[in-house]
């Protein structure tokens, strides 16, 4: 019974260490208790409204306690490869999920498969070509619009959000070197990964709050839209 108790207690002690221990050493996970105060002193514009308060160099400053970073990342058609090929993959993925300490969030964008373009490019160059080639490029166009206008087929985009709470300085350096380590694993198994621009990330925010919506973004910029002010506190 008495070294039962001190097991116990023992447990207890390392459970309390063990806390303190983490706490100190893991600074990233501090989540700084936000001062309302900064609400009030932001404009309110569209980005504010959204909770952001600055997007540069690729970081997004949200309510000036978080910063994250928007990455893209290719899809990998892993029933498709050979099993050394697969376990070279998992090995990968193995050692990225040991290396992450950031709090992070995935993202997966179904859009349909717009052809207008390619469409317009083919209708271009047929114009003074033979009866074949017209023919030819006309059978090409009716693929294409068949393809679009098929609701079943689309185009999945592959998101990482990965965040600190740390001062942006800090921050910037944490988040930064990450990528660089998560761009090297993910090379090795030829997936791509890329960081969203200031113009893609705040589009990327907009079609996940008006979903279906086809408005470009940067025309909005353009016009000086994110620099629209609410009247209502």
């Known amino acids: 019974m008495i070294i039962a108790i001190i097991f116990i207690l023992a447990g207890i002690a390392f459970m309390i260490v063990t806390l303190v221990y983490v706490r100190n050493k893991n600074s990233l996970q501090e989540i700084r208790k936000f001062d309302t105060k900064d609400t009030r002193k932001l ?17 997004i400053e949200v309510n000036k306690r978080q910063y994250s970073m928007i990455l893209e990342l290719n899809s990998i058609s892993y029933e498709l490869l050979h099993e050394q090929e697969k376990n070279t993959v998992d090995s990968e993925l193995i050692s990225i999920s040991q290396m992450i300490k950031f709090p992070f969030q995935f993202l997966v964008v179904k859009q349909g498969i717009n052809t207008k373009a390619s469409i317009e490019k083919i209708e271009t160059s047929i114009v003074s070509a ?100 609410a009247t209502q506190d």
Do not use: P
């Open 43 to 59: 404009k309110k514009n569209i980005c504010s409204l959204w909770g952001i308060s600055n997007i540069k160099d690729n970081l």
């Open 130 to 229: 033979n009866s074949y080639i017209k023919k030819y490029g006309q059978n090409l166009i009716g693929h294409l619009e068949r393809i679009s206008s098929d609701k079943n087929l689309v185009n999945r985009k592959y998101y990482m959000v990965i965040s600190s709470f740390n001062k942006e300085k800090e921050a910037k350096k944490e988040l930064l070197e990450f990528y660089d380590t998560l761009k090297y694993h993910l090379i090795n198994i030829n997936v791509g990964i890329r960081t969203l621009t200031r113009d893609e990330a705040i589009q990327l925010i907009y079609n996940q709050l008006h979903k279906g919506s086809k408005t470009k973004v940067n025309e909005i910029i353009a016009k000086g839209g994110l620099e629209l002010y």
